[in-house]
């Protein structure tokens, strides 16, 4: 039986990874530590409610004594960390945070890791530590080409600094020490679950409550946008199969302007749920500082080595998306309660 530690799976891609792995196999543990901080929801978890195939720890990456704790109880074959704070805004206004958890956190796993695989001069067989990044450290592209794998890392924000630390230092775990590690890097994801500080619910949200829909800037910085059960699939197959030592973008062949993706959740909310929701919502605001203006992944390296590709067009992502929201209503209403509504406050009211 592979064991696994997978770290803020509580939520939005680590929830949905946990479905995606339970779901294909049978003879699998996976152990959940996640911290639970704003972004964290039980209730994303509660389809598992039960599964002795998966354990969930309440807990701090940067906690040594606790992860190691659990290396020693679970003898893990693979550590996949998703526990970082994500939000490019919040990074802004408290970049020590994303430093505490993106960096000393990696770090931690890092450690732990080595610890618990290297023992008398030698790796332990069959082993892999997988960190999963984002195309935001390569920095911001221009209207044409696309980020590859050999694109100069060059963070404009400190989530992506944070982030791009983090990745050079499973490198350097690779480098200096032999620990067998991938990297992979996404663009932006979408799908159930996600917290609505994100572009998609947070639309999704305020249109509903016929609040205005804050747009920075022109609303032209362009994403590629990646449906979360794709990325899922990748990062299993890279986990599984991918070269030691080799990073691999994951990208959707879904570019879109974010001021399409909202104007396009207008459209399916009017005709879905309200129709009195219209484009007169937009309210343009300040651009962000250090606006990335445009991303774009080149994944056919994972194309080309594992097999994989995108197999969610947006047309039917978006749609998927925006009805699991509708029929989720109970889930928005707790997730955007207390600390959400202050933050939102602070962030989007007043620009």
């Known amino acids: 039986m592979k064991t696994y530690l997978i770290t803020g799976c509580a939520g939005f891609i680590g929830s949905n990874f946990v479905y995606y792995m339970l779901n294909k196999y049978q003879d699998i543990q996976l152990v959940n530590l996640d911290k639970l901080t704003y972004a964290g929801n039980l209730e994303n978890l509660k389809g598992v409610e039960g599964d002795p195939r998966h354990v969930f720890v309440q807990g701090d990456i940067c906690?040594?004594?606790l992860v190691s704790s659990l290396f020693e109880k679970y003898d893990f074959d693979y550590v996949i960390n998703f526990a970082a704070e994500s939000h490019v805004d919040r990074s802004i206004s408290n970049p020590e945070i994303f430093v505490e958890s993106n960096v000393l956190g990696t770090v931690n796993l890092l450690q732990c890791a080595k610890n618990a695989w290297y023992k008398d001069g030698a790796w332990a067989k069959d082993k892999k530590y997988l960190q999963v990044s984002t195309d935001e450290v390569y920095g911001s592209l221009g209207e044409d080409g696309y980020f590859t794998e050999?694109?100069?890392?060059?963070?404009?924000?400190?989530?992506?600094?944070?982030?791009?630390?983090?990745?050079?230092?499973?490198?350097?775990?690779?480098?200096?020490?032999?620990?067998?590690?991938?990297?992979?890097r996404c663009s932006n994801n979408y799908g159930?679950?996600?917290?609505?500080?994100?572009?998609?619910?947070?639309?999704?949200?305020?249109?509903?409550?016929?609040?205005?829909l804050p747009v920075?800037?022109?609303?032209?910085?362009?994403?590629?946008?990646?449906?979360?059960?794709?990325h899922c699939k990748a990062i299993d197959m890279v986990a599984n199969g991918g070269r030691d030592g080799e990073v691999y973008n994951v990208g959707g062949h879904n570019e879109r302007p974010n001021i399409f993706i909202v104007k396009t959740v207008i459209e399916q909310l009017h005709d879905k749920f309200d129709d009195t929701i219209d484009e007169s919502l937009i309210k343009h605001v300040a651009d962000r500082l250090g606006h990335d203006r445009r991303y774009?992944?080149?994944?056919?390296?994972i194309k080309d080595e594992l097999?994989?590709?995108?197999?969610?067009?947006?047309?039917?992502?978006?749609?998927?998306?925006?009805?699991?929201?509708?029929?989720?209503?109970?889930?928005?209403?707790h997730v955007t309660s207390g600390n959400y509504q202050k933050y939102y406050e602070e962030m989007y009211k007043n620009k």
Not at 216 to 230: A, C, F, P, S
Request: hydrophobic share 35%.
């Open 296 to 301: 774009g992944i080149d994944p056919t390296k």
């Open 307 to 333: 097999g994989w590709y995108p197999e969610t067009p947006f047309e039917v992502g978006i749609v998927k998306t925006i009805d699991w929201y509708l029929a989720n209503e109970e889930w928005m209403d």
């Open 216 to 230: 920075y800037g022109d609303g032209m910085q362009v994403r590629d946008w990646l449906y979360v059960e794709d």
């Open 192 to 212: 159930p679950y996600q917290f609505p500080e994100k572009l998609i619910p947070l639309m999704i949200n305020n249109c509903k409550a016929h609040k205005s």
């Open 150 to 184: 050999t694109t100069p890392l060059c963070p404009h924000s400190p989530y992506s600094s944070s982030k791009t630390s983090a990745d050079m230092f499973v490198m350097a775990f690779h480098d200096t020490y032999g620990m067998p590690v991938n990297i992979t």
């Open 63 to 65: 906690d040594r004594e």
